[in-house]
């Protein structure tokens, strides 16, 4: 089975000013050489009614932070494309899953990988609830592993600092934890997609 890629290095991003503002377009690879270049994201953490949270490992192949775990799903908009048609678009190309989503925040941050470049986001967090017994079906190239934790296992892998998780994982995560404990409560309450 020939598995489609989703990912490309031209594909074009949306650069911003810190106010959301289009300053312009850049490629993907050119936005995250060196400093990076200030430009859209989003992260989506995907929770179940028992209140677990979906998690992956990026894949091996990734130019910035393989192999490390995240979130359930994250990507940036593309020129020309709203934040809604792009986590969309996203949640079917890493998952294979649809789900309704509520925007909670968003906020700036910069972190560098070694030599291979950085991360300069303006990136949109969003939850969504689907059960656990949906079909994920992920792309190999974009996700090595994932699963579905515990919160509470997730606070402690996270406060032994083992150096597995992306730096704007950590930054999301403490948020969720602490901002928007409620929001996510209500999330793991709502209706859950099956697929």
């Keep these: 089975m020939r598995v489609q890629q989703v990912s490309f290095d031209s594909e074009r991003l949306i650069l911003v000013a810190s106010d959301d503002s289009v300053t312009g377009h850049a490629s993907k690879r050119m936005a995250h050489l060196g400093s990076g270049m ?3 994201a989003f992260s989506i953490f995907l929770f179940s009614p028992t209140g677990k949270v979906l998690l992956h490992r990026r894949s091996e192949n990734k130019p910035l932070w393989p192999g490390y775990w995240t979130n359930s799903c994250c990507s940036h908009p593309r020129e020309g494309e709203s934040y809604d048609q ?6 079917r190309e890493e998952l294979g899953v649809e789900a309704p989503l509520q925007r909670l925040y968003r906020f ?3 972190a560098y990988y070694a030599e291979a ?11 969504g609830c689907i059960a656990e017994s949906a079909p994920v079906s992920c792309n ?3 996700i090595a592993a994932w699963g579905w934790f515990d919160m509470q296992q997730v606070d402690e ?4 600092d083992n150096g597995a998780f992306t730096p704007w994982f950590l930054l999301e995560w403490s948020r969720l934890r602490s901002d928007f404990a409620e929001a996510v409560a209500a999330c793991c309450q709502g209706p859950a997609l099956a697929s």
């Design 38 to 40: 200030l430009h859209r």
């Design 86 to 91: 792009a986590t969309r678009r996203r949640l």
């Design 108 to 110: 700036e941050y910069q």
């Design 117 to 127: 470049g950085a991360e300069h986001e303006l990136c949109t967090v969003y939850v």
């Design 140 to 142: 190999p190239l974009e």
């Design 157 to 160: 892998l996270v406060a032994a």
